[in-house]
C-alpha cells in the first residue's frame, strides 16, 4: 500500500480541506477491508475510517462521521481520505492498512487494532495549523 498526500505538504488551516490517497493496485485479494487511521503526537493510534472493497461500503469512528470521507477510484486503484472542516486536534500521522476480509469494519473503531491489519501504508503527516 503506498499512502500519499494529494496536496503539497500536508499543511493545512483550520476549517481548510485536505485528500489523503492509498495506492491499493497489487493487493493479492479482491476482499479485503481497507481503513484509514491516525496517530497524534503523544498519543495512541486510532481508526478513522473502513471501507469494504467488495461493496465500498464505509464506516467512520463517531467523531469523525460528516467531516471525513472515504471513496474510492477503482480505475485508478485508489482509496481517498477526504478531510474537511480540519481542526488542529487533527494533526497527525495518517496511515492506511489494509486486512484481508472486512468483517472487522462491522467492530467500533476502537476495536480496530493497526497491529491486526496485514498490509500496511506509509504514513503521511497532516497538519492543521494557522
Known amino acids: 500500500l503506498r499512502s500519499s498526500c494529494r496536496r503539497w505538504g500536508g499543511l493545512v488551516r483550520p476549517g481548510g480541506s485536505l485528500t489523503l490517497s492509498c495506492a491499493t493496485s497489487g493487493f493479492p485479494s479482491d476482499s479485503y477491508g481497507i481503513g484509514w487511521f491516525r496517530q497524534a503526537p503523544g498519543k495512541a493510534r486510532e481508526g478513522v475510517s473502513c471501507?469494504?472493497?467488495?461493496?465500498?461500503?464505509?464506516w467512520y469512528e463517531d467523531s469523525l462521521a460528516g467531516r471525513f470521507t472515504t471513496s474510492t477510484d477503482k480505475a485508478k486503484n485508489t482509496v481517498y481520505l477526504q478531510m474537511s472542516t480540519l481542526k488542529p486536534e487533527d494533526t497527525a500521522v495518517y496511515s492506511c492498512a489494509a486486512r484481508y476480509g472486512s468483517a472487522w469494519c462491522l467492530l467500533p473503531a476502537a476495536q480496530w487494532d493497526y497491529a491486526d491489519m496485514d498490509y500496511w501504508g506509509k504514513g503521511t503527516q497532516v497538519t492543521v495549523s494557522s
Open positions: 471501507m469494504s472493497s467488495s461493496d465500498g461500503s464505509t
